[in-house]
Nanobody, 120 residues
Framework: VQLQASGGGLVQAGESLRLSCAVEGDIFRMIKMGWYRQAPGQQRELVAE???????SYTDSVKGRFSISRDNYKNTVYLQMNDLKPEDTALYYC???????????????WGQGTQVTVSS
């Protein structure tokens, strides 16, 4: 299983971006989906998380601005980011816990990261 993350870019403060994370592989289900970010010199932090039952959680700094969603048919997870701020600048990673169709084996996999840069 591999993840292909995309959608990052350079935007001005107040603008929006939508990140995508497409799962490549024969999977049965995505169990838990998360978006993380890491700014230079800082630790990786969990930004948003969603379970297969639809429960979501967000780090305080993005509540009300970011939204995590999924498309089961496309096996893709999204992070809609609105009202972006310079402090949102970071490399964003997706991470998925799930089960394969192969005997429902569990997997955990990271995407390659997509850069988000917000100018003031």
């Amino acid at each position: 299983v591999q993840l292909q993350a995309s959608g990052g870019g350079l935007v001005q403060a107040g603008e929006s971006l939508r990140l995508s994370c497409a799962v490549e592989g024969d999977i049965f289900r995505m169990i838990k989906m998360g978006w993380y970010r890491q700014a230079p010199g800082q630790q990786r932090e969990l930004v948003a998380e969603r379970t297969h039952l639809g429960a979501t959680s967000y780090t305080d700094s993005v509540k009300g601005r970011f939204s995590i969603s999924r498309d089961n048919y496309k096996n893709t997870v999204y992070l809609q980011m609105n009202d972006l701020k310079p402090e949102d600048t970071a490399l964003y990673y997706c991470n998925i816990d799930g089960m394969l169709n192969d005997h429902f084996k569990e997997f955990n996999v990271w995407g390659q990261g997509t850069q988000v840069t917000v100018s003031s």
